[in-house]
């Protein structure tokens, strides 16, 4: 049998994962410390354009529009189950409604049949806008994302990770594992802390010289 059988998925999203997370927290990294190294607390938040230095151009044009993909496939993944609760939870209260669950066909040449509900269309719009304006008044993207990272790394990424694996592996209380895992824990805990007050203090900081628009 020269055809081998793949690999178990389980197997396959491990080393996927584990390859993803190693360049991403690879350039991260090599930004952030760089960064800081050459510039302390005057490095700029847009690595493109934060220098002074516009070109080349198509090389920055190039960047953006690497963002530009990469936040709107973000958005997507962040704002999918928050439709999905709102609309499920709308169906579930008013299940008679033609607004929630009447759906009309709409043909669009070259793509096909495209399926739309009022209740949907009205309250994706609503919700896309909401978020753009709130982008708009509130652009401390900068200090914005280190809190909410900061908020949610330790709990997300360590907390429930490590827990999980020593309900799972029953790894003995006490036993040096053990010890190890928790004291990775304090640290990283730590670590969030420190993040969190100072994103709170950049964000108090830019609201002192703010101008809506």
Same mark, same amino acid.
């Given at each position: 049998?020269?055809?081998?059988?793949?690999?178990?998925?389980?197997?396959?999203?491990?080393?996927?994962?584990? &390859?993803?997370?190693?360049?991403?927290?690879?350039?991260?990294?090599?930004?952030?410390?760089?960064? !800081?190294?050459?510039?302390?607390?005057?490095?700029?938040?847009?690595?493109?354009?934060?220098?002074?230095?516009?070109?080349?151009?198509?090389?920055?044009?190039?960047?953006?529009?690497?963002?530009?993909?990469?936040?709107?496939?973000? !958005?997507? &993944?962040?704002?999918?189950?928050?439709?999905?609760?709102?609309?499920?939870?709308?169906?579930?209260?008013?299940?008679?409604?033609?607004?929630?669950?009447?759906?009309?066909?709409?043909?669009?040449?070259?793509?096909?049949?495209?399926?739309?509900?009022?209740?949907?269309?009205?309250?994706?719009?609503?919700? &896309?806008?909401?978020?753009?304006?709130?982008?708009?008044?509130?652009?401390?993207?900068?200090? &914005?994302?280190?809190?909410?990272?900061?908020?949610?790394?330790?709990?997300?990424?360590? !907390?429930?990770?490590?827990?999980?694996?020593?309900?799972?592996?029953?790894?003995?209380?006490?036993?040096?594992?053990?010890?190890?895992?928790?004291?990775?824990?304090?640290?990283?805990?730590?670590?969030?802390?420190?993040?969190?007050?100072?994103?709170?203090?950049?964000?108090?900081?830019?609201?002192?010289?703010?101008?809506?628009?």
């Amino acid at each position: 049998d020269t055809l081998k059988s793949s690999p178990p998925e389980n197997k396959a999203m491990k080393k996927a994962s584990l &390859v993803g997370i190693l360049v991403t927290t690879f350039f991260y990294a090599l930004c952030g410390l760089v960064g !800081y190294a050459a510039f302390g607390n005057k490095a700029p938040g847009n690595f493109l354009t934060g220098f002074g230095f516009y070109e080349p151009f198509w090389l920055v044009d190039i960047g953006n529009l690497f963002i530009i993909i990469h936040l709107a496939g973000a !958005y997507q &993944v962040f704002a999918q189950p928050v439709f999905s609760l709102v609309e499920n939870w709308g169906i579930k209260k008013w299940p008679q409604s033609k607004l929630m669950i009447k759906e009309y066909n709409i043909r669009i040449p070259l793509v096909g049949i495209w399926r739309m509900n009022i209740f949907r269309l009205i309250w994706r719009t609503i919700y &896309v806008m909401i978020t753009t304006l709130m982008a708009i008044i509130f652009p401390f993207f900068n200090s &914005v994302v280190g809190l909410l990272g900061a908020i949610t790394f330790f709990p997300l990424t360590v !907390y429930f990770p490590t827990e999980m694996y020593l309900t799972r592996a029953k790894v003995p209380k006490y036993s040096s594992i053990w010890i190890g895992i928790k004291l990775l824990s304090v640290f990283c805990l730590i670590v969030t802390l420190v993040a969190t007050v100072a994103s709170v203090q950049g964000i108090i900081a830019e609201l002192m010289i703010y101008k809506p628009f």
